[in-house]
């Protein structure tokens, strides 16, 4: 197995996937007695070689999974490599003493990396965020009988075999069947096209004259009392607070400790302790 290890850690699935497929299935497939000799000096020994050893041997088996979920439209060397983290997760938390091969064990963990992977790219909008929603998500493809709109009969069907109510069923289906659109206009877009976009439906409260003036009026009052409440500090604190926030190249604490002859915990306190006069100034002025 050696030459193939060495082989399958040059490749990655995401950048050429036919030769790693074709690599991970050089890889031998363990027998019962190797597994659990590997598996043991694992969980017992925590002998990483070992564990590198069943991640490899079942990497044929993670393509095998990301190939069910071909229909999603997801590059399957991305699922493959989501699978891959749900693998070395199994192989990490694999107990040998519980006598299951480490296939059955592991086929969890990489269902729910590539089930994760799906529900995240799979739309801009999330399509699944419940339990029952999730179910759906991964069920309603194989048991829809064609493309079209679900009838009220397959509508209830399929919501009594997934222990679901109709409505839920017919509302996944409708996101499934939904397009993405972009919030902002197209680059390149003409103008006519460019001013159907959504983003051009907000309204824009800036132009407002009142508005603008209580923004106006707001950071005017902000100023004053910040101004005011810097009178409230003595000269070694107003001078921290300017160097570490009001100044394009802010000090660090070990800039001022230097300064002032403290060290940096002094400088913190210090620093901390003039924020809350500042605060409490600001309040009552």
Do not use: C
Request: glycine share 4%; hydrophobic share 40%.
């Amino acid at each position: 197995m050696g030459k193939s290890l060495q082989v399958i850690e040059n490749l990655s699935p995401g950048r050429n996937l036919d030769a790693y497929v074709q690599a991970v299935s050089a890889i031998p497939v363990l027998s019962v007695e190797e597994e659990r000799s590997l598996a043991e000096r694992l969980f017992y020994e925590n002998d990483l070689e070992a564990a590198r050893q069943l991640v490899m041997a079942h990497l044929r088996f993670v393509v095998h999974v990301a190939k069910t979920y071909a229909g999603y439209g997801l590059p399957l060397g991305d699922l493959v490599q989501e699978g891959n983290v749900g693998l070395m997760k199994a192989v990490k938390r694999f107990d040998p003493s519980v006598g299951v091969r480490l296939v059955s064990f592991a086929v969890h963990w990489i269902k729910a990396e590539m089930h994760e992977f799906i529900l995240r790219n799979w739309r801009i909008v999330k399509v699944a965020t419940t339990k029952a929603q999730r179910k759906l998500f991964f069920n309603l493809r194989s048991k829809k009988k064609g493309l079209s709109w679900m009838n009220d009969d397959e509508v209830n069907a399929i919501a009594r075999d997934l222990d679901v109510d109709p409505h839920v069923v017919r509302e996944m289906e409708g996101r499934m069947a939904a397009s993405d659109t972009a919030f902002d206009a197209p680059v390149g877009d003409d103008d006519d096209k460019a001013y159907t976009a959504p983003a051009y439906s907000l309204e824009d409260h800036s132009a407002d004259p009142a508005q603008q003036l209580e923004n106006a009026d707001w950071e005017q009052d902000s100023q004053r009392r910040l101004v005011q409440a810097m009178e409230h500090l003595d000269e070694r604190s107003r001078d921290i607070l300017a160097q570490r926030w009001l100044r394009e190249e802010k000090a660090t604490l070990h800039d001022l400790a230097a300064k002032y002859s403290v060290s940096a915990e002094r400088i913190r306190q210090l620093e901390k302790s003039a924020m809350k006069k500042i605060k409490s100034a600001m309040l009552t002025a």
